[in-house]
């Protein structure tokens, strides 16, 4: 167990950067609470994360303003998810930039919807950053402080295995749905 918590003191930065690119939420999760056990800097994973997510969604949006076509071909079993991103856009305007950041799932969807549009990059660049910093700060800080019961149930979970299983089963079954529910056609 010690071989494991000092790779985490010399590539968990790293890793914890690599995963906040894609989105990260359970990667600052995890740095949060092992920052309480003391074997992470809080101040520094949150730093780091905030760092991947931001460049993680500017680079997506970048990506997708600049190379359409290649990101059409990509996106086209997920026409329905990126119209709803538009629907959104349009009915909350630019805190969706901020939303999107706290629901699973639409993290990496809105920042290509929002880039099809005219949105101004800077525009997009600047509340991204902002909206990377809350999202590092509330869930560095929830993990931290929220340490103890959460160390004792990733403990619960070691000891009872098959309740991983069932717990990723809910949670995906329950973000398929909702993303299913609100992308039907009417």
Do not use: C
């Amino acid at each position: 167990m010690e071989d494991i918590y000092s790779n985490l003191t010399t590539y968990g930065y790293i890793a914890l950067f690599l995963y906040s690119l894609g989105g990260g939420f359970i990667g600052i999760v995890a740095a949060g609470v092992l920052s309480y056990m003391g074997k992470m800097d809080l101040w520094t994973s949150i730093a780091v994360a905030f760092a991947g997510n931001a460049l993680g969604d500017i680079l997506l949006f970048w990506l997708t303003r600049y190379q359409k076509p290649m990101m059409m071909e990509t996106l086209k079993k997920h026409r329905r998810k990126l119209a709803l991103s538009h629907i959104l856009m349009k009915k909350h305007g630019d805190w969706v930039i901020f939303i999107q950041k706290f629901i699973y799932g639409l993290k990496t969807i809105v920042p290509i919807a929002i880039a099809l549009t005219k949105y101004d990059f800077k525009k997009f660049a600047i509340l991204n950053i902002f909206a990377a910093a809350v999202w590092a700060l509330f869930f560095g800080l929830a993990s931290y402080y929220f340490g103890a019961p959460l160390k004792a149930f990733a403990l619960f979970i070691a000891h009872n295995k098959w309740l991983a299983p069932v717990i990723l089963l809910i949670l995906g079954g329950g973000l398929w749905w909702y993303l299913t529910h609100f992308t039907k056609k009417r």
